[in-house]
């Protein structure tokens, strides 16, 4: 193993120079972890366990811590071990591994070994334990627990005779049913010997009140036991009071699960506070919560049945007052049926529905000639609306009607079309070109084609116009030019007088 460096404190002078020896964090990381390896080795840690993470490799990474400090832990899966599923979050374990450090990131870590539960939780585990091995042999099946005698007289009793449980049991007992006698069998119910006390009392009781000391059958069923005589106790109570964990683990015993189970006579299992269950309260026919409440359930038979007889009296007042009651709804029922069915009674109904018969006639016949009254009315409106006369003078009504109306739409007919006649020929006369002759103008045309000479261009020397005045017409040649120049015929020969027309 390599030696540390030294520091300046290992010299003595001042001025001399410290001898280095520079680590890579591989070279201190490995060496670390060699230490913890040799000096330490496998060790025991208790602490509760948190951050519990299972990888899809089955490697198992979580941490144990107290108050003052953490420790990562590693559990792999190829390792050979028990109780596994005891790592829980939040569960105190015992665990036995070794000491390493992961070098990837320096950190050290137990590789675990060996898991344990601590205090409580050991007995926990060994709790749960048997309890799923009496269940899969059906100590705790539901259709073989057994009912209880509603009037117990005497009872056995398993528990300390100088506990508190007792106290309470015969206080609860003698205030509710004074008469209900208890048989002790007195025997510790804390320590080590106590589960086998408590087995030898239940079958004790059960030789004493019935000469078996058990009755055996198989793990799945309950026999039924013909006794020659009926047994000296009704039932056993299993009871004490409460108390941590180690104190009621005489009844998580499988020693005495096996003598309740097998007991010939009924078992009631009250031990402990509310909370807490045993083995043997899942075993016996019934659990009580505590064993004031086994005492309560145990004589509720006769304490209700005493109210009962208490109430009895206004009971059967109430009964005999709601029974004749009844009878005289029945009597007044029967009267009425009576009254009902008498023969006068039936003979004055058959009157009166005669009555209202011969009322129901009369008045239909009234409604029916009422009825007949108006047809006949109706028809006679009817022919005297299709008389041959009236509706020749109604035609005749009609055709004076639409003659007058065909006149007189005739007429205005004829007025509109006027209207618009003299409105077109207004019009036509606005636009006429003889009104613009009228005002002194004139129209020049060309005399071959007849077309309107809007331009001195259009004038050709030697061309026959026409022009048109308001009241005639007049013929015309041209002589000149634009220029003013007369043409070659028009020089040698005079023209003659323009003709005049109209």
Request: glycine share 6%; with cysteine.
């Amino acid at each position: 193993m390599a030696r540390p460096a030294k520091t300046l404190w290992d010299f003595g002078g001042q001025g001399a120079k410290p001898e280095r020896k520079i680590w890579s964090v591989t070279e201190l990381t490995v060496t670390v972890r060699r230490l913890l390896e040799k000096e330490l080795g496998l060790v025991w840690v208790t602490g509760e366990v948190t951050n519990l993470r299972i990888q899809s490799s089955g490697h198992m990474y979580f941490t144990v811590k107290d108050a003052g400090a953490q420790l990562s832990c590693v559990l792999f899966r190829g390792e050979a071990m028990a109780h596994r599923d005891l790592l829980k979050d939040g569960q105190k374990v015992v665990l036995n591994g070794g000491l390493t450090v992961y070098e990837p990131r320096g950190q050290y870590q137990l590789r675990v070994l060996a898991v344990e539960l601590q205090g409580i939780g050991a007995l926990q585990a060994a709790f749960e334990r048997l309890k799923q091995k009496l269940l899969a042999e059906g100590l705790f099946a539901t259709e073989i627990k057994r009912p209880l005698p509603r009037f117990p007289a005497r009872i056995g009793l398993v528990t300390s005779s100088t506990g508190a449980a007792i106290r309470d049991i015969l206080h609860v007992a003698g205030r509710r049913n004074p008469s209900l006698e208890f048989l002790l069998l007195p025997c510790r119910v804390q320590g080590p010997e106590a589960a086998g006390e408590i087995a030898a009392a239940i079958a004790g009781l059960n030789y004493w009140a019935t000469g078996l000391a058990s009755r055996w059958s198989d793990a799945t069923q309950r026999t039924t036991v013909a006794l020659a005589a009926p047994p000296k106790l009704d039932l056993i109570l299993v009871s004490r009071g409460g108390g941590s964990l180690e104190d009621l683990w005489a009844f998580n015993e499988e020693i005495v699960a096996r003598a309740i189970f097998n007991s010939v006579l009924p078992v009631v299992s009250a031990v402990g506070h509310e909370i807490d269950f045993t083995i043997s309260d899942f075993v016996a026919d019934l659990r009580a919560a505590t064993p004031s409440a086994a005492a309560e359930i145990l004589t509720e038979g006769v304490f209700s049945s005493r109210a009962w007889v208490q109430q009895a009296p206004v009971q059967l007042v109430q009964m005999a007052t709601r029974k004749l009651a009844q009878a005289r709804e029945r009597q007044e029922a029967l009267q009425g049926r009576l009254w009902r069915t008498h023969p006068r009674r039936r003979l004055q109904e058959k009157w009166q529905r005669l009555d209202d018969l011969n009322a129901a006639l009369g008045k239909a016949t009234r409604q029916g000639m009422r009825a007949q009254l108006s047809r006949c009315q109706a028809a006679r409106l009817r022919l005297g609306l299709l008389n041959p006369a009236r509706m020749l003078q109604r035609a005749c009504e009609k055709l004076l009607a639409l003659r007058k109306r065909l006149a007189e739409r005739t007429s205005a007919t004829l007025n509109r079309r006027q209207m618009r006649l003299h409105h077109a020929a207004a019009r036509l006369q606005l636009l006429s070109p003889l009104q613009v002759l009228a005002r002194g103008y004139s129209i020049t045309m060309d005399e071959h084609t007849r077309e309107v000479i809007r331009e001195t261009s259009d004038i050709k020397p030697g061309r026959v116009i026409r022009t048109k005045l308001a009241s005639g017409e007049f013929r015309s040649v041209a002589v000149k030019d634009l220029a003013g120049n007369a043409p070659a015929a028009a020089k040698a020969n005079k023209l003659d007088e323009p003709e005049l027309f109209s």
